[in-house]
C-alpha cells in the first residue's frame, strides 16, 4: 500500500464520521484550530495529517484511531457509535453458534455482492 492510497483510506474514514455527525467541514476545522481547506485535503487524501491531529480527531468522533485506517472504511451508526462496536454490543450474550449464524450471514450477504470471498481460514 502507498502513501497516497493510505492518505485516501484516512481522508474517506474522516468524511464518513464527519458526514455521519453532521458536521461540516467548517465546524470540524475550528474544533481542531485548523483551516477548512486543510481538513478538506485531507478528507479527499490529498494531505496526510499528524498523529495529534488524528488523535483531536478520534476524540471528536469517539472513534478508535485505528479505525480510520480500515480499507473497507467504517461507516458510524445513527448514534455515532461506529458499526462494529454495535454489532458487538448486541451480540454480547450470544452463544458460539448464534454468533456462527451472524458471521455466515454477514458472510453470505457480502459473498453475494461480489466483495468478498471467505475460507474456513479466515475463522482462524
Known amino acids: 500500500m502507498t502513501d497516497l492510497s493510505l492518505m485516501k483510506i484516512i ?21 481542531l484550530g485548523v483551516s477548512a481547506g486543510y481538513v478538506g485535503l485531507i478528507e479527499r487524501g490529498k494531505r496526510g495529517t499528524t498523529a495529534s491531529t488524528l488523535k483531536k480527531i478520534s476524540t471528536v468522533f469517539d472513534v478508535p484511531i485505528g479505525d480510520f ?50 475460507s474456513e481460514d479466515d475463522d482462524k
Request: charged fraction near 25%; proline fraction near 3%; hydrophobic fraction near 40%.
Open 11 to 31: 481522508g474517506n474514514n474522516i468524511r464518513n464520521a464527519r458526514i455521519t455527525k453532521g458536521m461540516k467541514i467548517d465546524d470540524l476545522a475550528n474544533v
Open 69 to 118: 485506517f480500515a480499507e473497507e472504511g467504517f461507516i458510524l451508526s445513527e448514534s455515532g457509535t461506529p458499526r462494529h462496536e454495535l454489532i458487538r454490543s448486541l451480540t454480547v450474550d450470544f452463544a458460539d453458534p448464534e454468533l456462527d449464524f451472524v458471521i455466515s450471514i454477514i458472510r453470505n450477504y457480502r459473498a453475494m455482492r461480489g466483495n468478498i470471498s471467505y
